[in-house]
């Protein structure tokens, strides 16, 4: 397969369209679904740390820069233990409460969040859990985006093509089909409208343009100043970490966060520890 560089595709139309960028994606979704995987597809290196068996990988939030408009931050993923799912949906949630500021504009940090399913799981009870508990209580549902990952493995490895990296007819009509089963079973679950969601395989390469192209289309020119109310209070820089380096500061004071092999954190401690309650808590829009 062609190679596609994420740093230059569809880059132009993107620096058009998004208003203050980066857009800043928060990827979610349970552990194994290939968060990490997709960031490493659309770098094109391994710059986040994949699992390698059946254990969670990602322990801290990291940002990711695929280019200058266009920002993902990898989560831990959930569903391994309650205790382990508290801790991490209260960073989660303390993210996605974070505001920041640019040219006397005040937003928030992140835009949108992409929930990452797994294409050859069947089961939605965590991440509709998840979404019901916490994410649609923080973010508004147009903000929150579905992807299945896994494309290769939805239908336990047959129909796909390891040479080509593609699907054959069958698993093409089996994934059109599963798009439209997680965005019903979604719907069902929640009571929120939500995207067909692109599949796409990250192993493989398979797709991720149109997770790109999903991306662009779906972004109307965002950040609109009128949307954010403009303030004089002073701004915080978080020093926000980019492709596994840089850690956090609070409001109160700096937070940097342990590294973690080469994955350095961006929520801090003490960041972490103040859900909900992180007022004044700012970070540039253009942070690098
Ligand atoms: N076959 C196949 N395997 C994949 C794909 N994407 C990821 N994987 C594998 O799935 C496993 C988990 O991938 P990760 O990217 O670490 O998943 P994650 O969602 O970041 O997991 P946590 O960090 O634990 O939340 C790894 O063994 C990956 O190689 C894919 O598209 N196809
Ligand atoms: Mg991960």
New binding site residues.
């Given amino acids: 397969m062609t190679e596609i560089n994420f740093k230059e595709y569809r880059v132009d139309e993107m620096k058009e369209k998004f208003q203050f960028p980066p857009l800043n994606i928060l990827l979610v979704?349970v552990?194994?679904?290939?968060?990490?995987?997709t960031i490493n597809a659309l770098l094109g290196s391994e710059a986040a740390k994949?699992?390698?068996g059946a254990d969670?990988?990602?322990k801290e939030i990291c940002k990711y820069k695929i280019n200058d408009y266009l920002c993902f931050y990898?989560t831990?993923?959930l569903g391994d233990s309650p205790t382990e799912d508290a801790g991490h949906l209260k960073k989660i949630t303390s993210y996605l409460d974070r505001s920041c500021r640019k040219k006397g504009v005040t937003g928030k940090l992140i835009d949108k969040v992409l929930v990452?399913m797994d294409g050859s799981s069947r089961d939605f009870g965590k991440i509709t859990e998840v979404l019901n508990n916490y994410i649609f209580n923080t973010i508004e549902s147009e903000n929150v985006w579905f992807a299945v990952?896994?494309?290769?493995?939805a239908m336990k490895g047959r129909h796909w093509n390891a040479d080509s990296g593609t699907p054959d007819e069958k698993l093409e009509e089996f994934l059109q089909e599963k798009a439209l089963s997680v965005k019903e079973r979604i719907e069902e679950s929640t009571g929120k409208t939500v995207n067909m969601p692109v599949c796409y395989?990250?192993?493989?390469g398979f797709n991720t343009t149109q997770l790109i192209d999903f991306i662009v289309e779906n972004t109307d020119s965002q950040r609109k100043e009128t949307e954010y109310e403009t303030s004089s209070s002073s701004s915080y820089s978080d020093d926000l970490p980019s492709n596994g380096k840089v850690a956090g500061h609070t409001a109160a004071g700096a937070a940097a966060g342990a590294a973690i092999g080469s994955a350095i954190p961006v929520v801090g401690t003490a960041a972490g520890a103040v859900v909900g309650g992180v007022i004044g808590f700012f970070s540039s829009f253009f942070d690098d």
Avoid at 31 to 37: E, I, L, M, V
Avoid at 201 to 204: D, F, M, P, T
């Fill in positions: 979704g552990t194994g679904a290939g968060k990490s995987s994949v699992g390698a969670p990988e990602t990898d831990p993923g990452v990952n896994q494309a290769d493995m395989s990250a192993e493989y």
